[in-house]
Protein backbone atom coordinates (compact mmCIF):
# COMPACT_ATOMS: atom_id res chain seq x y z
CA UNK A 1 0.00 0.00 0.00
CA UNK A 2 1.67 3.64 -0.84
CA UNK A 3 1.05 4.08 2.76
CA UNK A 4 2.34 0.99 4.16
CA UNK A 5 0.34 0.39 6.69
CA UNK A 6 0.34 -3.10 6.13
CA UNK A 7 3.91 -2.99 7.12
CA UNK A 8 2.66 -1.06 10.94
CA UNK A 9 0.38 -3.93 10.79
CA UNK A 10 2.33 -7.27 10.46
CA UNK A 11 5.47 -8.09 10.63
CA UNK A 12 5.02 -11.61 8.47
CA UNK A 13 7.84 -11.51 6.19
CA UNK A 14 6.89 -10.57 2.93
CA UNK A 15 8.18 -13.46 -0.35
CA UNK A 16 11.01 -12.71 -2.59
CA UNK A 17 11.94 -16.00 -3.08
CA UNK A 18 13.62 -16.62 -6.16
CA UNK A 19 12.83 -19.43 -8.73
CA UNK A 20 14.63 -21.89 -9.09
CA UNK A 21 18.01 -20.04 -8.06
CA UNK A 22 19.30 -23.25 -5.42
CA UNK A 23 21.17 -20.71 -3.24
CA UNK A 24 21.00 -23.46 -0.66
CA UNK A 25 23.52 -25.44 -3.05
CA UNK A 26 20.35 -28.54 -3.43
CA UNK A 27 21.37 -28.68 -6.68
CA UNK A 28 21.12 -32.50 -7.14
CA UNK A 29 18.89 -32.45 -9.96
CA UNK A 30 21.96 -31.00 -12.02
CA UNK A 31 24.19 -34.42 -11.25
CA UNK A 32 24.55 -36.03 -14.70
CA UNK A 33 25.14 -32.30 -17.02
CA UNK A 34 26.06 -30.36 -13.43
CA UNK A 35 24.85 -27.48 -15.79
CA UNK A 36 22.42 -24.87 -13.49
CA UNK A 37 18.92 -24.78 -13.93
CA UNK A 38 19.53 -20.96 -14.61
CA UNK A 39 18.47 -20.64 -17.91
CA UNK A 40 21.58 -18.55 -19.34
CA UNK A 41 24.56 -19.50 -21.56
CA UNK A 42 27.53 -21.63 -20.02
CA UNK A 43 30.41 -19.08 -20.25
CA UNK A 44 33.40 -19.79 -22.75
CA UNK A 45 35.97 -17.44 -20.76
CA UNK A 46 38.03 -18.71 -18.22
CA UNK A 47 36.32 -19.01 -14.79
CA UNK A 48 37.12 -17.20 -11.84
CA UNK A 49 38.05 -20.39 -9.82
CA UNK A 50 40.77 -23.36 -10.03
CA UNK A 51 40.72 -26.52 -9.04
CA UNK A 52 44.32 -27.80 -7.21
CA UNK A 53 45.02 -31.13 -5.23
CA UNK A 54 47.25 -31.70 -2.80
CA UNK A 55 48.57 -35.01 -4.73
CA UNK A 56 48.84 -36.24 -7.99
CA UNK A 57 49.41 -40.42 -7.22
CA UNK A 58 47.41 -42.30 -4.67
CA UNK A 59 47.43 -45.41 -3.04
CA UNK A 60 43.98 -47.39 -1.64
CA UNK A 61 44.05 -45.34 1.72
CA UNK A 62 44.89 -41.64 0.36
CA UNK A 63 42.83 -39.13 0.77
CA UNK A 64 43.18 -36.24 -1.75
CA UNK A 65 42.38 -32.65 -0.47
CA UNK A 66 40.69 -30.97 -3.05
CA UNK A 67 40.39 -27.14 -3.19
CA UNK A 68 38.16 -24.24 -5.15
CA UNK A 69 40.44 -21.24 -5.27
CA UNK A 70 40.04 -17.67 -7.21
CA UNK A 71 42.35 -17.35 -9.60
CA UNK A 72 43.28 -13.84 -8.68
CA UNK A 73 42.40 -11.64 -5.05
CA UNK A 74 39.47 -9.68 -5.22
CA UNK A 75 37.27 -11.92 -6.73
CA UNK A 76 34.81 -14.45 -5.72
CA UNK A 77 31.95 -17.13 -7.11
CA UNK A 78 28.73 -17.67 -5.67
CA UNK A 79 28.23 -21.38 -6.25
CA UNK A 80 29.65 -24.35 -6.96
CA UNK A 81 29.23 -28.14 -7.30
CA UNK A 82 32.29 -30.31 -7.76
CA UNK A 83 32.70 -34.34 -8.57
CA UNK A 84 35.06 -36.78 -9.19
CA UNK A 85 35.22 -38.65 -12.13
CA UNK A 86 37.02 -41.37 -14.38
CA UNK A 87 39.58 -39.41 -16.43
CA UNK A 88 39.19 -41.78 -19.71
CA UNK A 89 35.02 -40.78 -19.65
CA UNK A 90 34.39 -37.64 -18.08
CA UNK A 91 30.52 -38.07 -19.04
CA UNK A 92 30.38 -41.23 -16.51
CA UNK A 93 28.71 -40.52 -13.22
CA UNK A 94 30.75 -39.88 -10.12
CA UNK A 95 33.17 -41.73 -8.16
CA UNK A 96 34.27 -42.41 -4.50
CA UNK A 97 32.91 -40.01 -1.59
CA UNK A 98 33.92 -36.53 -0.30
CA UNK A 99 34.73 -35.59 3.58
CA UNK A 100 33.69 -32.07 4.34
CA UNK A 101 36.23 -29.59 6.30
CA UNK A 102 33.92 -26.76 6.66
CA UNK A 103 30.77 -27.61 6.78
CA UNK A 104 28.99 -24.45 7.39
CA UNK A 105 29.66 -23.41 3.67
CA UNK A 106 30.08 -27.02 2.05
CA UNK A 107 27.38 -29.70 1.83
CA UNK A 108 27.35 -33.39 0.67
CA UNK A 109 24.90 -34.04 -1.82
CA UNK A 110 24.19 -37.93 -3.64
CA UNK A 111 24.31 -38.66 -7.06
CA UNK A 112 23.54 -41.64 -9.00
CA UNK A 113 22.31 -43.02 -5.75
CA UNK A 114 26.09 -42.85 -4.48
CA UNK A 115 25.65 -40.82 -0.77
CA UNK A 116 28.43 -37.87 -0.61
CA UNK A 117 29.30 -38.21 -4.13
CA UNK A 118 29.31 -34.28 -4.58
CA UNK A 119 30.20 -31.14 -3.31
CA UNK A 120 27.89 -27.52 -3.18
CA UNK A 121 27.49 -24.32 -1.54
CA UNK A 122 25.16 -23.97 1.00
CA UNK A 123 24.19 -20.22 0.38
CA UNK A 124 24.92 -17.43 -2.30
CA UNK A 125 27.60 -15.84 -0.13
CA UNK A 126 30.59 -14.80 -1.89
CA UNK A 127 33.48 -17.46 -1.51
CA UNK A 128 37.03 -17.04 -2.48
CA UNK A 129 38.09 -20.57 -1.00
CA UNK A 130 36.57 -24.24 -0.77
CA UNK A 131 38.49 -27.19 0.98
CA UNK A 132 37.04 -30.88 0.53
CA UNK A 133 38.63 -34.24 1.33
CA UNK A 134 37.75 -37.13 -1.60
CA UNK A 135 38.05 -40.68 -0.79
CA UNK A 136 38.61 -43.18 -3.72
CA UNK A 137 36.55 -45.80 -4.73
CA UNK A 138 37.12 -49.76 -4.66
CA UNK A 139 37.97 -50.44 -7.04
CA UNK A 140 39.03 -47.62 -8.69
CA UNK A 141 39.50 -46.44 -12.24
CA UNK A 142 43.41 -45.54 -12.94
CA UNK A 143 42.97 -42.12 -13.50
CA UNK A 144 40.57 -39.73 -11.79
CA UNK A 145 39.59 -35.97 -12.70
CA UNK A 146 37.87 -33.30 -10.75
CA UNK A 147 34.91 -31.66 -12.44
CA UNK A 148 33.11 -28.43 -11.06
CA UNK A 149 30.67 -25.86 -12.24
CA UNK A 150 31.59 -22.54 -10.56
CA UNK A 151 28.94 -19.64 -10.17
CA UNK A 152 29.74 -16.38 -10.10
CA UNK A 153 26.21 -14.80 -10.36
CA UNK A 154 22.91 -16.29 -11.59
CA UNK A 155 23.45 -15.55 -14.69
CA UNK A 156 27.13 -16.00 -15.23
CA UNK A 157 28.56 -19.64 -14.91
CA UNK A 158 31.06 -21.79 -15.94
CA UNK A 159 30.33 -25.64 -16.41
CA UNK A 160 32.45 -29.20 -15.98
CA UNK A 161 35.82 -27.06 -15.52
CA UNK A 162 38.33 -29.78 -15.24
CA UNK A 163 40.97 -30.14 -12.64
CA UNK A 164 44.32 -31.90 -11.99
CA UNK A 165 44.57 -35.53 -13.09
CA UNK A 166 45.16 -37.66 -9.83
CA UNK A 167 46.59 -41.53 -11.34
CA UNK A 168 46.83 -44.58 -9.08
CA UNK A 169 50.47 -45.47 -8.46
CA UNK A 170 52.23 -47.34 -11.69
CA UNK A 171 49.24 -46.65 -13.58
CA UNK A 172 49.48 -46.68 -17.37
CA UNK A 173 49.60 -43.81 -18.58
CA UNK A 174 46.25 -42.05 -19.68
CA UNK A 175 46.36 -42.87 -23.57
CA UNK A 176 43.97 -39.30 -24.35
CA UNK A 177 42.98 -36.48 -22.52
CA UNK A 178 38.95 -36.82 -22.74
CA UNK A 179 36.74 -33.87 -23.85
CA UNK A 180 34.06 -33.40 -21.52
CA UNK A 181 30.48 -33.11 -23.23
CA UNK A 182 30.40 -29.41 -24.75
CA UNK A 183 26.80 -27.97 -23.47
CA UNK A 184 24.69 -27.55 -26.80
CA UNK A 185 24.48 -24.50 -28.41
CA UNK A 186 21.10 -22.47 -28.02
CA UNK A 187 19.45 -20.99 -30.19
CA UNK A 188 19.46 -17.70 -31.63
CA UNK A 189 17.63 -14.88 -30.64
CA UNK A 190 17.11 -11.42 -32.49
CA UNK A 191 16.20 -8.18 -31.56
CA UNK A 192 13.05 -6.62 -32.52
CA UNK A 193 12.53 -3.52 -34.67
CA UNK A 194 9.00 -2.41 -33.36
CA UNK A 195 6.14 -2.47 -30.48
CA UNK A 196 3.63 -5.53 -30.93
CA UNK A 197 0.20 -3.94 -32.10
CA UNK A 198 -3.48 -5.00 -31.36
CA UNK A 199 -4.72 -4.17 -34.54
CA UNK A 200 -5.49 -7.98 -35.33
CA UNK A 201 -6.63 -9.02 -32.24
CA UNK A 202 -9.97 -11.27 -32.45
CA UNK A 203 -9.42 -11.29 -36.21
CA UNK A 204 -6.11 -13.02 -36.88
CA UNK A 205 -4.68 -13.56 -33.38
CA UNK A 206 -6.41 -14.12 -30.15
CA UNK A 207 -5.47 -11.61 -27.29
CA UNK A 208 -5.61 -10.91 -23.60
CA UNK A 209 -5.41 -7.53 -22.29
CA UNK A 210 -4.80 -5.80 -19.23
CA UNK A 211 -6.36 -3.01 -19.23
CA UNK A 212 -8.60 -4.04 -21.29
CA UNK A 213 -8.72 -3.09 -24.91
CA UNK A 214 -5.19 -1.46 -24.63
CA UNK A 215 -2.47 -1.62 -27.32
CA UNK A 216 1.44 -2.08 -26.33
CA UNK A 217 2.29 0.24 -29.13
CA UNK A 218 0.50 3.53 -27.50
CA UNK A 219 0.22 2.40 -24.00
CA UNK A 220 3.45 1.58 -22.31
CA UNK A 221 1.16 0.29 -19.23
CA UNK A 222 -0.16 -2.39 -21.16
CA UNK A 223 -0.11 -6.31 -20.16
CA UNK A 224 -0.76 -8.10 -23.44
CA UNK A 225 -0.27 -11.82 -25.20
CA UNK A 226 -1.04 -12.30 -28.13
CA UNK A 227 -0.95 -15.83 -30.04
CA UNK A 228 -1.38 -17.19 -33.63
CA UNK A 229 -1.37 -21.08 -34.82
CA UNK A 230 0.81 -21.20 -37.90
CA UNK A 231 0.60 -24.28 -39.29
CA UNK A 232 1.92 -27.02 -36.93
CA UNK A 233 2.98 -24.03 -34.89
CA UNK A 234 1.73 -21.23 -32.96
CA UNK A 235 3.56 -17.79 -32.54
CA UNK A 236 3.15 -16.15 -28.66
CA UNK A 237 3.77 -12.30 -28.48
CA UNK A 238 4.36 -11.17 -24.69
CA UNK A 239 4.91 -7.30 -23.74
CA UNK A 240 4.29 -5.59 -20.37
CA UNK A 241 5.87 -2.77 -18.16
CA UNK A 242 8.44 -4.13 -16.01
CA UNK A 243 12.41 -3.70 -15.68
CA UNK A 244 12.26 -7.46 -13.88
CA UNK A 245 10.05 -10.16 -16.08
CA UNK A 246 7.12 -10.84 -18.06
CA UNK A 247 4.88 -14.13 -18.02
CA UNK A 248 2.26 -16.80 -19.36
CA UNK A 249 1.47 -20.07 -17.69
CA UNK A 250 -1.03 -22.64 -19.19
CA UNK A 251 -2.74 -24.54 -16.39
CA UNK A 252 -5.26 -26.85 -15.99
CA UNK A 253 -6.85 -25.12 -13.38
CA UNK A 254 -6.86 -21.31 -11.78
CA UNK A 255 -3.90 -22.17 -9.33
CA UNK A 256 -0.40 -21.71 -9.95
CA UNK A 257 1.18 -25.43 -10.18
CA UNK A 258 1.98 -27.79 -12.44
CA UNK A 259 2.39 -25.31 -15.31
CA UNK A 260 3.62 -24.80 -18.79
CA UNK A 261 5.27 -21.61 -18.21
CA UNK A 262 6.99 -18.83 -20.74
CA UNK A 263 9.66 -16.09 -19.05
CA UNK A 264 11.14 -12.87 -20.61
CA UNK A 265 13.58 -11.98 -18.26
CA UNK A 266 15.82 -8.00 -18.37
CA UNK A 267 19.20 -9.07 -18.00
CA UNK A 268 22.21 -6.54 -18.43
CA UNK A 269 19.59 -4.24 -20.78
CA UNK A 270 18.83 -7.67 -22.78
CA UNK A 271 15.87 -9.94 -23.03
CA UNK A 272 16.42 -13.75 -22.05
CA UNK A 273 13.47 -16.17 -23.28
CA UNK A 274 13.08 -19.04 -21.24
CA UNK A 275 10.31 -22.31 -21.03
CA UNK A 276 9.63 -23.44 -17.35
CA UNK A 277 7.49 -25.80 -15.74
CA UNK A 278 5.97 -25.98 -11.86
CA UNK A 279 5.71 -29.15 -9.95
CA UNK A 280 2.78 -28.53 -7.54
CA UNK A 281 3.12 -25.49 -5.90
CA UNK A 282 6.82 -25.23 -6.14
CA UNK A 283 9.34 -22.17 -7.59
CA UNK A 284 8.77 -22.75 -11.45
CA UNK A 285 12.34 -24.56 -12.78
CA UNK A 286 14.28 -23.40 -15.70
CA UNK A 287 14.04 -25.45 -18.70
CA UNK A 288 15.83 -25.73 -22.30
CA UNK A 289 14.99 -23.21 -25.10
CA UNK A 290 15.57 -26.12 -27.26
CA UNK A 291 11.14 -26.24 -27.35
CA UNK A 292 10.92 -22.89 -28.67
CA UNK A 293 12.32 -21.17 -31.68
CA UNK A 294 12.53 -17.73 -33.71
CA UNK A 295 12.87 -16.08 -30.34
CA UNK A 296 12.80 -12.12 -30.65
CA UNK A 297 12.83 -9.07 -27.88
CA UNK A 298 12.44 -5.89 -27.40
CA UNK A 299 13.59 -3.65 -23.94
CA UNK A 300 13.07 0.30 -23.90
CA UNK A 301 11.13 2.74 -21.59
CA UNK A 302 10.87 -0.23 -18.92
CA UNK A 303 8.74 -1.70 -21.53
CA UNK A 304 9.75 -5.97 -22.01
CA UNK A 305 8.63 -7.30 -24.75
CA UNK A 306 9.39 -10.81 -26.65
CA UNK A 307 7.67 -13.15 -28.92
CA UNK A 308 8.47 -16.97 -29.88
CA UNK A 309 7.51 -19.87 -31.40
CA UNK A 310 7.07 -23.40 -30.90
CA UNK A 311 5.45 -26.61 -32.10
CA UNK A 312 1.66 -27.56 -31.06
CA UNK A 313 2.90 -31.18 -29.96
CA UNK A 314 6.51 -31.30 -28.15
CA UNK A 315 6.24 -35.44 -27.21
CA UNK A 316 10.47 -35.54 -26.14
CA UNK A 317 9.59 -32.41 -23.67
CA UNK A 318 7.04 -33.69 -21.13
CA UNK A 319 7.55 -30.56 -19.25
CA UNK A 320 5.81 -28.97 -22.23
CA UNK A 321 1.33 -29.18 -22.83
CA UNK A 322 0.56 -29.49 -26.28
CA UNK A 323 -1.52 -26.82 -27.81
CA UNK A 324 -4.25 -27.73 -29.24
CA UNK A 325 -5.87 -28.24 -25.91
CA UNK A 326 -7.69 -25.41 -23.41
CA UNK A 327 -6.14 -24.29 -20.95
CA UNK A 328 -6.17 -21.17 -18.40
CA UNK A 329 -3.87 -18.79 -19.62
CA UNK A 330 -2.48 -16.66 -16.48
CA UNK A 331 -0.14 -13.23 -17.11
CA UNK A 332 2.57 -12.38 -14.12
CA UNK A 333 5.22 -9.69 -13.98
CA UNK A 334 7.83 -9.28 -11.54
CA UNK A 335 11.36 -8.79 -10.05
CA UNK A 336 14.62 -10.18 -11.76
CA UNK A 337 18.44 -9.47 -10.50
CA UNK A 338 20.88 -10.75 -12.47
CA UNK A 339 18.54 -12.77 -14.24
CA UNK A 340 16.97 -14.80 -10.77
CA UNK A 341 13.51 -14.50 -10.92
CA UNK A 342 11.60 -13.57 -7.65
CA UNK A 343 7.82 -14.01 -6.76
CA UNK A 344 5.38 -11.85 -9.02
CA UNK A 345 4.49 -8.89 -7.44
CA UNK A 346 0.69 -9.12 -7.91
CA UNK A 347 -2.26 -11.23 -8.36
CA UNK A 348 -1.39 -12.96 -11.99
CA UNK A 349 -3.76 -11.89 -14.52
CA UNK A 350 -6.19 -15.26 -15.39
CA UNK A 351 -8.71 -15.94 -18.19
CA UNK A 352 -11.95 -16.04 -17.24
CA UNK A 353 -12.31 -19.62 -18.40
CA UNK A 354 -9.81 -22.20 -20.51
CA UNK A 355 -8.76 -21.28 -23.62
CA UNK A 356 -8.24 -23.00 -26.99
CA UNK A 357 -5.52 -22.20 -28.29
CA UNK A 358 -5.65 -24.12 -31.35
CA UNK A 359 -9.06 -22.51 -32.16
CA UNK A 360 -10.24 -19.62 -33.69
CA UNK A 361 -8.83 -15.86 -32.65
CA UNK A 362 -10.77 -14.00 -30.19
CA UNK A 363 -10.36 -11.34 -28.07
CA UNK A 364 -9.95 -13.17 -24.34
CA UNK A 365 -11.50 -11.41 -20.77
CA UNK A 366 -9.74 -12.51 -17.53
CA UNK A 367 -9.08 -11.02 -13.87
CA UNK A 368 -6.61 -10.51 -11.56
CA UNK A 369 -8.81 -11.06 -8.94
CA UNK A 370 -11.39 -14.40 -8.48
CA UNK A 371 -15.06 -13.97 -7.94
CA UNK A 372 -15.13 -15.33 -4.36
CA UNK A 373 -12.34 -13.00 -3.02
CA UNK A 374 -14.06 -9.86 -4.32
CA UNK A 375 -17.39 -10.62 -3.14
CA UNK A 376 -15.36 -11.65 0.21
CA UNK A 377 -14.26 -8.02 0.12
CA UNK A 378 -16.99 -6.49 -0.59
CA UNK A 379 -19.35 -7.88 2.18
CA UNK A 380 -16.78 -7.49 4.46
CA UNK A 381 -16.88 -3.22 3.63
CA UNK A 382 -20.69 -3.21 3.27
CA UNK A 383 -20.40 -5.26 7.03
CA UNK A 384 -17.31 -3.18 8.67
CA UNK A 385 -18.00 0.31 6.85
CA UNK A 386 -21.88 0.92 6.56
CA UNK A 387 -24.14 -1.44 8.93
CA UNK A 388 -21.84 -2.35 11.83
CA UNK A 389 -20.99 2.12 12.06
CA UNK A 390 -24.37 3.36 11.67
CA UNK A 391 -26.08 0.62 13.74
CA UNK A 392 -23.58 1.58 16.61
CA UNK A 393 -23.90 5.02 15.74
CA UNK A 394 -28.22 5.18 16.21
CA UNK A 395 -27.86 2.75 19.70
CA UNK A 396 -25.11 4.73 20.98
CA UNK A 397 -26.71 8.64 20.38
CA UNK A 398 -30.44 8.21 19.03
CA UNK A 399 -32.21 6.40 22.51
CA UNK A 400 -33.54 9.85 23.18
CA UNK A 401 -34.74 10.68 19.70
CA UNK A 402 -36.75 8.07 19.25
CA UNK A 403 -37.89 7.62 23.10
CA UNK A 404 -41.08 5.83 22.69
CA UNK A 405 -41.58 5.38 18.57
CA UNK A 406 -41.37 1.68 18.16
CA UNK A 407 -41.73 -0.32 14.70
CA UNK A 408 -42.80 -3.90 15.38
CA UNK A 409 -43.19 -3.74 18.75
CA UNK A 410 -40.24 -2.46 19.86
CA UNK A 411 -38.55 0.91 20.24
CA UNK A 412 -37.46 2.29 16.71
CA UNK A 413 -33.36 3.00 17.61
CA UNK A 414 -33.41 -0.91 18.64
CA UNK A 415 -34.89 -2.25 15.76
CA UNK A 416 -32.94 -0.10 13.39
CA UNK A 417 -29.36 -1.37 15.63
CA UNK A 418 -30.42 -4.62 15.75
CA UNK A 419 -31.44 -5.13 12.05
CA UNK A 420 -28.12 -3.27 10.87
CA UNK A 421 -25.94 -5.62 13.68
CA UNK A 422 -27.95 -8.69 12.07
CA UNK A 423 -26.95 -7.96 8.30
CA UNK A 424 -23.50 -7.25 9.99
CA UNK A 425 -22.99 -10.53 11.37
CA UNK A 426 -24.69 -12.39 8.33
CA UNK A 427 -22.45 -10.36 5.70
CA UNK A 428 -19.26 -11.34 8.16
CA UNK A 429 -20.26 -14.90 8.38
CA UNK A 430 -20.91 -15.42 4.23
CA UNK A 431 -17.59 -13.29 3.47
CA UNK A 432 -15.90 -15.51 6.28
CA UNK A 433 -16.72 -18.62 4.09
CA UNK A 434 -15.79 -17.34 0.72
CA UNK A 435 -12.22 -17.25 0.40
CA UNK A 436 -12.27 -21.21 1.81
CA UNK A 437 -14.29 -21.93 -0.91
CA UNK A 438 -11.90 -20.35 -3.32
CA UNK A 439 -8.98 -21.50 -1.72
CA UNK A 440 -9.95 -24.99 -0.62
CA UNK A 441 -8.76 -24.67 2.96
CA UNK A 442 -6.72 -22.42 5.01
CA UNK A 443 -3.89 -19.71 2.88
CA UNK A 444 -0.59 -19.79 4.38
CA UNK A 445 0.05 -16.64 2.08
CA UNK A 446 -2.39 -14.45 3.37
CA UNK A 447 -0.32 -13.18 6.57
CA UNK A 448 -1.84 -12.23 9.75
CA UNK A 449 -5.26 -11.09 7.77
CA UNK A 450 -7.14 -14.70 7.84
CA UNK A 451 -6.15 -14.96 11.73
CA UNK A 452 -7.72 -11.27 12.12
CA UNK A 453 -10.97 -12.33 10.28
CA UNK A 454 -11.21 -15.80 12.48
CA UNK A 455 -10.91 -13.11 15.58
CA UNK A 456 -13.43 -10.65 14.25
CA UNK A 457 -16.09 -13.73 13.00
CA UNK A 458 -15.75 -14.87 17.22
CA UNK A 459 -16.60 -11.81 18.14
CA UNK A 460 -19.31 -11.27 16.01
CA UNK A 461 -21.02 -14.59 17.19
CA UNK A 462 -20.01 -13.99 20.59
CA UNK A 463 -22.22 -10.38 20.02
CA UNK A 464 -25.69 -11.84 19.38
CA UNK A 465 -25.41 -14.31 22.13
CA UNK A 466 -24.81 -11.66 25.13
CA UNK A 467 -28.03 -10.28 23.26
CA UNK A 468 -29.88 -13.17 24.00
CA UNK A 469 -28.98 -13.87 27.69
CA UNK A 470 -28.83 -9.91 28.98
CA UNK A 471 -29.94 -9.10 31.90
CA UNK A 472 -33.47 -6.99 32.68
CA UNK A 473 -32.45 -3.42 31.89
CA UNK A 474 -33.70 -2.55 35.58
CA UNK A 475 -31.22 -5.29 36.75
CA UNK A 476 -28.89 -5.02 39.28
CA UNK A 477 -25.98 -6.51 37.05
CA UNK A 478 -26.95 -5.08 33.42
CA UNK A 479 -23.93 -2.05 33.31
CA UNK A 480 -21.74 -5.51 33.34
CA UNK A 481 -23.61 -6.70 30.20
CA UNK A 482 -23.53 -2.96 28.93
CA UNK A 483 -19.99 -2.75 29.60
CA UNK A 484 -19.03 -6.01 27.69
CA UNK A 485 -21.19 -5.54 24.87
CA UNK A 486 -20.05 -2.14 24.11
CA UNK A 487 -16.44 -3.55 24.72
CA UNK A 488 -16.89 -6.83 22.37
CA UNK A 489 -18.02 -4.40 19.74
CA UNK A 490 -15.45 -2.05 19.42
CA UNK A 491 -13.10 -4.46 19.68
CA UNK A 492 -14.38 -6.08 16.57
CA UNK A 493 -14.67 -3.02 14.49
CA UNK A 494 -10.63 -1.73 15.64
CA UNK A 495 -9.60 -5.30 14.09
CA UNK A 496 -11.80 -4.81 11.40
CA UNK A 497 -10.54 -1.69 10.08
CA UNK A 498 -6.59 -3.68 10.57
CA UNK A 499 -8.14 -6.39 8.57
CA UNK A 500 -9.49 -4.25 6.00
CA UNK A 501 -5.98 -2.74 5.62
CA UNK A 502 -4.12 -5.71 5.38
CA UNK A 503 -6.87 -7.41 2.94
CA UNK A 504 -6.66 -4.51 0.34
CA UNK A 505 -3.21 -5.39 -0.53
CA UNK A 506 -3.09 -8.75 -0.56
CA UNK A 507 -2.24 -10.42 -4.20
CA UNK A 508 -5.65 -11.61 -4.49
CA UNK A 509 -7.39 -8.85 -4.27
CA UNK A 510 -4.57 -5.84 -4.31
CA UNK A 511 -6.81 -2.54 -4.54
CA UNK A 512 -4.45 0.35 -6.64
CA UNK A 513 -2.23 2.57 -4.68
CA UNK A 514 -2.24 4.37 -2.88
CA UNK A 515 -6.14 5.50 -3.32
CA UNK A 516 -7.35 2.44 -1.74
CA UNK A 517 -5.43 3.58 1.62
CA UNK A 518 -6.37 7.25 0.98
CA UNK A 519 -9.70 6.20 0.90
CA UNK A 520 -10.08 4.40 3.94
CA UNK A 521 -8.44 7.07 5.69
CA UNK A 522 -10.93 9.42 4.61
CA UNK A 523 -12.96 6.98 5.98
CA UNK A 524 -12.10 6.74 9.42
CA UNK A 525 -11.77 10.61 9.76
CA UNK A 526 -15.16 11.09 8.76
CA UNK A 527 -16.57 8.46 11.09
CA UNK A 528 -14.62 9.63 14.01
CA UNK A 529 -15.32 13.12 13.54
CA UNK A 530 -19.21 12.02 13.38
CA UNK A 531 -18.52 10.29 16.76
CA UNK A 532 -17.13 13.56 18.10
CA UNK A 533 -19.18 15.40 17.03
CA UNK A 534 -22.51 13.77 18.36
CA UNK A 535 -20.56 12.87 21.75
CA UNK A 536 -19.90 16.85 22.06
CA UNK A 537 -23.89 17.64 21.33
CA UNK A 538 -24.60 14.92 23.74
CA UNK A 539 -22.19 16.32 26.87
CA UNK A 540 -24.11 20.04 25.78
CA UNK A 541 -27.19 18.72 26.29
CA UNK A 542 -26.31 16.90 29.36
CA UNK A 543 -24.33 20.24 30.89
CA UNK A 544 -27.96 21.81 29.99
CA UNK A 545 -30.27 19.26 31.55
CA UNK A 546 -27.70 19.43 34.72
CA UNK A 547 -28.13 23.33 34.70
CA UNK A 548 -32.22 22.88 34.63
CA UNK A 549 -31.88 20.54 37.70
CA UNK A 550 -29.75 22.76 39.67
CA UNK A 551 -32.22 25.20 39.11
CA UNK A 552 -34.95 22.87 40.29
CA UNK A 553 -37.03 23.14 37.22
CA UNK A 554 -39.57 20.92 37.03
CA UNK A 555 -38.43 18.21 34.76
CA UNK A 556 -41.25 15.27 34.23
CA UNK A 557 -39.85 12.95 31.72
CA UNK A 558 -35.55 12.60 30.60
CA UNK A 559 -36.80 13.04 27.14
CA UNK A 560 -37.57 16.56 28.08
CA UNK A 561 -34.04 17.21 28.65
CA UNK A 562 -33.33 17.36 24.98
CA UNK A 563 -34.03 20.49 23.46
CA UNK A 564 -36.03 19.88 19.83
CA UNK A 565 -33.11 21.96 18.16
CA UNK A 566 -31.24 19.26 19.54
CA UNK A 567 -32.98 16.49 17.89
CA UNK A 568 -33.07 17.80 14.37
CA UNK A 569 -29.25 18.57 14.76
CA UNK A 570 -29.12 14.84 15.65
CA UNK A 571 -30.90 13.86 12.39
CA UNK A 572 -29.27 16.03 10.12
CA UNK A 573 -26.00 14.77 11.34
CA UNK A 574 -26.98 11.17 10.77
CA UNK A 575 -28.25 12.22 7.24
CA UNK A 576 -24.69 13.70 6.77
CA UNK A 577 -22.69 10.84 7.73
CA UNK A 578 -24.83 8.23 5.76
CA UNK A 579 -24.53 10.03 2.76
CA UNK A 580 -20.92 10.56 3.58
CA UNK A 581 -20.33 6.51 4.70
CA UNK A 582 -22.37 5.59 1.29
CA UNK A 583 -19.97 7.15 -1.10
CA UNK A 584 -16.92 5.67 0.49
CA UNK A 585 -18.43 2.27 0.26
CA UNK A 586 -19.26 2.95 -2.65
CA UNK A 587 -16.03 4.14 -4.12
CA UNK A 588 -14.16 0.85 -2.61
CA UNK A 589 -17.04 -1.40 -4.31
CA UNK A 590 -16.33 0.41 -7.67
CA UNK A 591 -12.79 -0.21 -6.52
CA UNK A 592 -13.22 -4.22 -6.34
CA UNK A 593 -14.83 -4.46 -9.47
CA UNK A 594 -12.18 -3.00 -11.31
CA UNK A 595 -9.29 -5.30 -10.21
Given at each position: ??????D??????????????????????????????????????????????????????DQ??V????????????????????????N????????????????????????????????????????????????????I??????????????????????????????????????????????????????????????????????????????????????????????????????????????????????????????????????????????????????????????????????????P????????????????????????????????????????????S?????????????????????????T????????????????????????????Q??????A????????????????????????????????????????????????????????Y???????????????????????????????????????????????????????????????????????????????????????????????T????????????????????
Amino acid sequence: MGLHIRDLLTVLSIFVESIAAYGNGQVAVACDSMIPKHGSIVQKSPSPAIITVDKNVINASDQIRVTLTVRQSGTSFQGFFLQARDAADLNVGPLGTFTLIDDKNTQLLTCADVKDSAVSHTSSSGKHTVEVLWNPPSPKPDHIQFLATIVQKFNIYWVKLRGPTVSQINAPPLSKQPTPESPPTLPTTSRLTKPFNATDCGEKKSCLRNPTGCDPELDRLCFFLSFTVQGSSVFFELSGPSNGYISFALSDDKWMGDDDIYLCVVNDQSVQINPAHSTGRSHPILNSQFPINGMAWRFEDGVTQCSFRRNIRLPEYSERFDLDRQYYIFLAEGKAVNGRIHKHHHQPLITQGKVNLHGSPKELKGSRSPGYIKAHGSLMFIAWITTANIGVIVARFFKSVWPTTTMFGQKIWFQVHRILMAATVLFTCIGFILPFLYRGGWSHFAGVHPYFGCMILTLVILQPIMAIFRPNPCAARRYLFNWLHWATGTFARIIAVGSIFLGMDLPALDLRNPWDTLVMVGFIVWHVAAELILEAHNYIITSKARKREEDKMEIMDSSELIDPQGHRLKMMILTIYICGNLTFLITLLVGISLT
